[in-house]
Nanobody, 125 residues
């Protein structure tokens, strides 16, 4: 069983920064991708950033390109999301997820098998 625990969310003013962490435990060695997603009430869950674990290649949603950076520390079994230049529209619940699917690069939530409980990010103007 895989467990994912997010931390680092909070409230920040527009233009500020936050770093989210996702600590993974369990059988994560063969995860193809790790990803960050976000969701606001009434909307579908959106892929924010993906890292292909064996390749270290990364993918970003258009709305966060140039502002967010995903990274991994294999020694700590942790994935990070550095968020700079935050905007009010970045306000959402952020979720970490692990995928064992070869289709994980397209950042569709349906290809992700395990999810954390989420951490709230609120950006005020």
């Amino acid at each position: 069983q895989v467990q994912l625990v997010e931390s680092g969310g909070g409230s920040v003013q527009a233009g500020g920064s936050l770093r989210l962490s996702c600590a993974a435990s369990g059988y994560t060695d063969s995860a193809v991708c790790m990803g960050w997603f976000r969701q606001v009430p009434g909307k579908e869950r959106e892929g924010v950033a993906i890292i292909v674990t064996a390749e270290w290649s990364t993918y970003y949603g258009d709305s966060v390109k140039g502002r967010f950076t995903i990274s991994q520390d294999n020694a700590k079994n942790t994935v990070y999301l550095q968020m700079n230049g935050l905007k009010p529209e970045d306000t959402a619940m952020y979720y970490c997820a692990a995928s064992y699917s070869v289709y994980c690069r397209n950042a569709s939530p349906r290809h992700y098998n395990y999810w954390g409980q989420g951490t709230q990010v609120t950006v005020s103007s």
